[in-house]
């Protein structure tokens, strides 16, 4: 009897690490399955804008419907993408209108007209683009900084460059587009490939604003944004007004289960052993163990498991601070 006991606790247990062994499977197909489809969103949309590019360039009715068709499916793409930062589209589209205009007021009314306030409100125009840029940097900067304590460090210099270089790409664009169209500068066709150049380094430039923070500010804080909330967080960053100062509390508050057991999860708060620098860990009364999020797909996971529970990557016994950049084992940070 005892003999058969022993079999049939043998033959569950084997049944159970198989199973675990398919779950984990199936998390690691499911991670790589999802990266092989925002992979094929992003080239997709790059070529429907590319596309719309090319249509932009030519005569006829046909060619504008083909311009504005394959720019709006090159558009969803990116918003199926990225949609929790697609609103970080209303400050590149601000930037773009404003640059135009900017433009437009410099270069072609201030040439019809000897007036001495056009151009200086056409500069005004375009240092406000140049502002709006900076202000874009600075929201992600302050959400880069909310995401580091909770996570590795995420640099941003790279990104910040691409949104400068998005306003100056602007720039070079529209003035190709304006000589091009205007013809006053006699040579139409340098003008025509400036303007192409441009237009092509601006779409490139969209995809990787776009791109970057929704594929690294995976936080849980970030998750979750109300009806509304972009258009708000837009105005206030614009404004410099804390319109969504409730919302991030609520979000703060928000309940986080444990992905082993779902018991809530209590966050607990950990200095660095160099610079006593913050940084959030969660506790699992039932598992009696803390949770930090994976550096591959951003879920939490058991800091006593080499590998990660959900998508089975490495997962490395040392933490890198987001102020000092100093890396410690996770024992000390726990001990802190």
Partial sequence: MRFGNRNVFLSTHNLLVRMSRVSREFNRWYVQLRTVRDQQLKYGAL?????????SVMDGLINFFGWLSMGVMGILLLYKRSPRYFYLTLWLASIYILVFFGSIVTYIWTAKNDNIILPLWGYSILIGAFLVSLSLILFVRERRNRY???????????????????????????????????????????????????ESLLILLLVFILYFPENRFRTTILETVSPGGEIKQFISSMLRKNLRREDDIRKLDMRIGCPVCGVDLKREVKRCPSCDERRFFYWCDR?????????????????????????????????????CRNIHQISRWIES
């Fill in 287 to 323: 598992e009696e163990d803390f949770f930090v999020r994976c550096p591959n797909c951003r879920r939490l996971t058991q800091i006593s498991n080499e590998r990660c529970i959900h998508c089975s990557i490495r997962i490395s016994r040392k933490i890198r601070c987001s102020k």
């Fill in 47 to 55: 070529i429907l804008l590319f596309s719309s590019l090319m249509f």
């Fill in 148 to 198: 580091a304590m909770e996570g590795e460090y995420v640099p941003i210099g790279l990104w910040s460059t691409a949104v400068i270089a998005f306003f100056w790409t602007s720039l070079f664009s529209i003035i190709g587009w304006i000589r091009w169209a205007d013809g006053s500068m006699g040579n139409t066709q340098f003008f025509k490939i400036l303007y192409l150049i441009n």
